[in-house]
């Protein structure tokens, strides 16, 4: 199996990308981790976690790795599910879950007390009506690492501005998902 994104430490110690740095040690997991140890002092015990567009899994297992009762990671494109399910295998964690679902669907799944998205807001055609999903579906802590864009980029010719959900910006094309990739 071929991971292009996440290293993920497995239980006998091999990676999923060797030679890359391990995703429990990416700038951003630490970031969230501190984060998390300040609003949670006490510990994990009995919390529910969400990893939204979780890719190849591996923050949904940082998730798990810090003792949460239960992290469901939800993962729209099949081969990024497939690997998150090779990872479960290889972990056999019982507080880790991955759903091949959209994360349009995330009222499916229940409240949570702690929900990462990261790398899926600037993906979405409504990220002001997700923002507000995320906001009913989470109890405290909603991380968000996202990409924006400048007012300006050097050698690149911008879209006009436009409005959309209230808010102004500029639209991008991506390359659509393939229907064979996403969740039957």
């Known amino acids: 199996m071929h991971f292009t994104a996440h290293n993920i430490v497995l239980a006998d110690g091999t990676e999923t990308k ?8 990416y700038p951003w997991i630490l970031a969230a981790k501190r984060c998390l140890g300040v609003l949670y002092p ?9 990893d939204l567009g979780c890719l190849e899994g591996g923050y949904s297992v940082e998730l798990a790795r810090l003792g949460f009762r239960e992290v469901i990671g939800i993962e729209v494109r099949k081969a990024n599910f497939d690997k998150c399910r090779f990872v ?4 056999a964690f019982t507080n880790l879950t991955f759903v091949n679902d959209d994360v349009w669907n995330l009222e499916q799944y229940g409240i949570f007390d702690v929900v990462f998205c990261c790398g899926l ?32 980029l050097e ?5 006009e501005v436009t409005t ?11 390359a659509p998902i393939a229907k064979s990739e996403t969740a039957s």
């Open 42 to 50: 006490r510990g994990y015990e009995g919390l529910r976690g969400a």
């Open 164 to 174: 959309h959900e209230g808010l102004r910006g500029r639209w991008f094309s991506e």
């Open 155 to 159: 050698g690149t010719v911008l879209p």
């Open 18 to 25: 060797p030679g890359s740095i391990p995703v429990a040690n």
């Open 121 to 152: 807001l600037y993906h979405l055609d409504r990220p002001k009506q997700f923002l507000h999903l995320l906001a009913s579906q989470t109890r405290r802590a909603l991380l968000i690492k996202t990409a924006t864009a400048h007012d300006s």
């Open 88 to 91: 479960k295998e290889r972990l």
